[in-house]
């Protein structure tokens, strides 16, 4: 059983940044974020795969970007000139397989850390 460890959540300004964490237990192939604000639905944010490649949802490219450290089994999320629309939790979620894109969807996703609110205030 994979378990994943989400962190780096808070509140911010309009314009500021964060970075989000989450650490694995155990190597996976795929890992990446979902967030979900209040009365929307679970959406994917950003991705990446073991081999690095990476995949966003359309509208944070340039602003998010994803990463991950393989010594550390830790993958992060710089998210940059934060908006007010960014706020609500964000989950980071991992699967095993060779697809790991923003497409899947959540259902997608067996593993799931346990959510880090982003509040961002205009």
């Known amino acids: 059983q994979v378990q994943l460890e989400d962190a780096g959540g808070g509140s911010a300004q309009a314009g500021d940044s964060l970075r989000l964490s989450c650490t694995r237990s155990q190597y996976i192939s795929c890992m990446g974020w979902f967030r979900q604000a209040p009365g929307k639905e679970r959406e994917g944010v950003a991705f990446?795969?073991?081999?690095?490649?990476?995949s966003y949802e359309e509208s944070l490219k340039g602003r998010f970007t994803i990463s991950k450290d393989n010594t550390q089994g830790t993958m992060f999320l710089q998210m940059d000139s934060l908006k007010p629309e960014d706020t609500g939790m964000y989950y980071c979620?991992?699967?095993?397989?060779?697809?790991?894109?923003?497409?899947?969807?959540?259902?997608?996703?067996?593993?799931w850390g346990q959510g880090t609110q982003v509040t961002v205030s205009s």
């Open positions: 990446v795969y073991k081999d690095g490649t990476t």
């Open positions: 979620a991992a699967r095993w397989g060779s697809s790991c894109t923003v497409e899947l969807g959540s259902a997608a996703f067996p593993y």
